[in-house]
């Protein structure tokens, strides 16, 4: 079972960046399809960005595409996401999600993964 930690949240003014990593321990991520979730305070839980097996083909909710990264390196067992231009809106904690192969696809359902982080709190200040 593979387990996954999340890092790198924290408290930054708008307009900042942060990065926050995804690692994982356990078998390989390789052949899993990953993406980062996140849920503000008293609202729904939301997909944030995929990414597939390989890394080839990545997609963004339309609130965060343009300003958002999302990578991997399966080498190190790691997911990333490069976060730009941080606003209010992007308050919540951020969760790191990995599921089953989808080859060129990603998943943009929470029900698709199987496995969740704990969580990162990101907040932004204006």
């Known amino acids: 079972q593979v387990r996954l930690v999340e890092s790198g949240g924290g408290l930054v003014q708008a307009g900042d960046s942060l990065r926050l990593s995804c690692a994982a321990s356990?078998?390989?991520?390789?052949?899993?399809?990953m993406a980062w979730f996140r849920q503000a305070a008293g609202k729904e839980r939301e997909f944030v960005a995929g990414i597939n097996w390989s890394g080839s083909s990545t997609g963004y909710a339309d609130s965060v595409k343009g300003r958002f990264t999302i990578s991997r390196d399966n080498a190190m067992n790691t997911m990333f996401l490069q976060m730009n231009s941080l606003n209010p809106r992007d308050t919540a904690v951020y969760y790191c999600?990995?599921?089953?192969?989808?080859?060129?696809?990603?998943?943009?359902?929470?029900?698709?993964?199987?496995?969740w982080g704990q969580g990162t709190q990101v907040t932004v200040s204006s």
């Open positions: 356990g078998p390989s991520i390789r052949g899993k399809t």
């Open positions: 999600v990995a599921g089953p192969y989808a080859g060129s696809r990603y998943y943009t359902t929470d029900y698709e993964y199987d496995t």
